[in-house]
């Protein structure tokens, strides 16, 4: 069961956004329950977690921003998707790491684009892995964990979002080949793969990771690195 928080101050529009979004997953065939509410504030309150989140951006008391901030201090990476009018506020969703933007009125169009981007990108995401050899022992490794993968001294290293660094019996090169369906992993260094999603920052000179991992981003491959890094941001 898909859990689906809808948050707009605006009863009819709040109304319509979690119709089309019961209909978008209907579609699908994909079980889908929907819980709305009138502010940021009750959302808060109710202190529920759910898989996908609507956020209207300008709401009285506290907007969607504030709302989605408050948030991510208690659930590790939400899926947050805002909802506004105007798109000079949507570019500040990117200081909470927004999945995506439903401009107003919202058409049936542009929002199911939107979602089929998200579900695969967030969702599919979640589940997708690779197979790699540690120690002569073959492990699925979820990409989602994967902060960045490291050849140092002729061996591939692959360091977890969470610290954690071991070796593999692969090339970085044939790495690459494999994780080229995934947009979010990035060659940014002759000896580095990165992964975007764990990306913090972009530096002149190198890429500031959560846990404060540092991977640097070598001349030849800065300006591939740039725009990658805010085609992922504006997505």
Known sequence: MFQIAVCDDNAAECSLLA???????????IPAEIDTYESGVQFLAAEKFYDLYFFDVMMPQLS?????????Q????PVIIF????????VEG??????????????????????NRVLRERFESRTASIRVIHNRVPLELRLK?????ENRLHQVYVTLCSGERFPITHKLGDLERVLSGYSQFLRCHQSYLVNLDSVEQMGADSFLLRQSMVVPISRNYYKQSKVAYYRRRLR
Request: hydrophobic residues 40%; charged residues 25%.
């Open 19 to 29: 119709e089309y979004a019961s209909a978008f997953f209907s579609h699908r065939n």
């Open 83 to 90: 909802v506004t009018s105007s798109l000079e506020s949507a």
């Open 94 to 115: 990117y200081s909470v790491c927004a999945a995506g933007f439903v401009l107003k009125p919202i058409q049936v169009p542009p929002f199911e684009d939107t979602m």
């Open 74 to 77: 208690k659930e590790d990476e």
């Open 145 to 149: 964990k994967v902060a960045y993968f």
């Open 64 to 72: 969607g921003l504030e709302a989605a901030r408050a948030l991510r």
